[in-house]
C-alpha cells in the first residue's frame, strides 16, 4: 500500500484534481487521463512512508533515500562557519524514484540554516556540492561536536523545503523537509569521524547508519 502523500504535495494534488474534473466534465477524456496520470505520479514522488531509526543512540544515519555516488574529504559550506578543515563526505543522489523526504540524521539542536542560490547541474555530479542551490544546516551534537546536512536541487529539481529553524532540538529520523524532483542531500560529518558506508550502496532514509560517533 503506498504511503501517504507529504504536505508539499497538496497544491499538485489540487491542480490534477481540479484539471481532471474539467477532462471529465468539460474537455474531455485526454485531460482527465493526462490528470490521472500527473495525480498518480505525485502521490509516487511526495509518498512519506514512516521510518524507524535504530535504537542504539550514538549513530549518524542517512538523511534522504537514493544510492551514495561520493564518499571524499571536503570543507563543510563557507556558510555555515564550521571552518576550513576537510571532513568526510557522504553525497546521496536521489532519483525521481526515491522517497525524497529528508530527516534529520542525529540528535542535536540547530544552530544555523543558510541558502544559497546557484546552479541546477545535475546532482550525482560531484561538484553539484559546490556550485548547485543548497540549504545547508548545521547541527551541533550533544557532545559539543558539529556536523552538517545539506539539501542540494539537481538538474530536475527546482524548489528545496525546509522546516529546521535555529534553535530547534531535533532527533534522529526527524522529518525536516524535502526537495522537488530529484536531487541530493550531503552530509558532513564530524570532524575525525569516518563513514561506514560505501559507493553505491542504497540508503534508506531515517534508517540506515553512516557512521558511528564513538567510532574511529
Known amino acids: 500500500m503506498l504511503a501517504p502523500p507529504h504536505p508539499a504535495a497538496r497544491p499538485f494534488l489540487i491542480g490534477g484534481g481540479v484539471a481532471a474534473l474539467l477532462g471529465l466534465l468539460l474537455l474531455g477524456d485526454w485531460l482527465f487521463w493526462l490528470a490521472a496520470a500527473f495525480l498518480a505520479f505525485c ?29 571524499v574529504p571536503a570543507v563543510p559550506p563557507e556558510e555555515l562557519g564550521l571552518g576550513p578543515a576537510p571532513r568526510w563526505r557522504v553525497a546521496i543522489f536521489l532519483s525521481v524514484l526515491d522517497v525524497h523526504v ?7 539542536t540547530v544552530t544555523r540554516v543558510a541558502y544559497r542560490h546557484g546552479k541546477f547541474l545535475s546532482a550525482n555530479l560531484d561538484k553539484a556540492s559546490e556550485e548547485n542551490e543548497r540549504n545547508a544546516i548545521a547541527l551541533a551534537l550533544p557532545d559539543g561536536r558539529d556536523l552538517a546536512v545539506v539539501q542540494i536541487a539537481g538538474l530536475v529539481a ?24 530529484g536531487s541530493r542531500t550531503d552530509v ?23 557512521a558511528e560517533l564513538g567510532g574511529p
Request: charged share 25%; glycine share 14%.
Open 158 to 181: 527546482r524548489r528545496i523545503l525546509s522546516d529546521a529553524k535555529v534553535g530547534d532540538a531535533v532527533q534522529a529520523g526527524d522529518r525536516f523537509g524535502i526537495i522537488r524532483f
Open 102 to 108: 529528508n530527516r534529520m540524521p542525529v540528535d542535536g
Open 43 to 71: 502521490l509516487y514522488f511526495f509518498r512519506d512512508p514512516e521510518r524507524y531509526p535504530p535504537g542504539r543512540p550514538g549513530l549518524v544515519i542517512a538523511p534522504a533515500d537514493g544510492k551514495v555516488v561520493s564518499i
Open 188 to 210: 558532513y560529518l564530524p570532524e575525525g569521524l569516518r563513514p561506514i558506508v560505501s559507493v553505491g550502496q542504497t540508503m534508506i532514509g531515517g534508517e540506515t547508519v553512516l
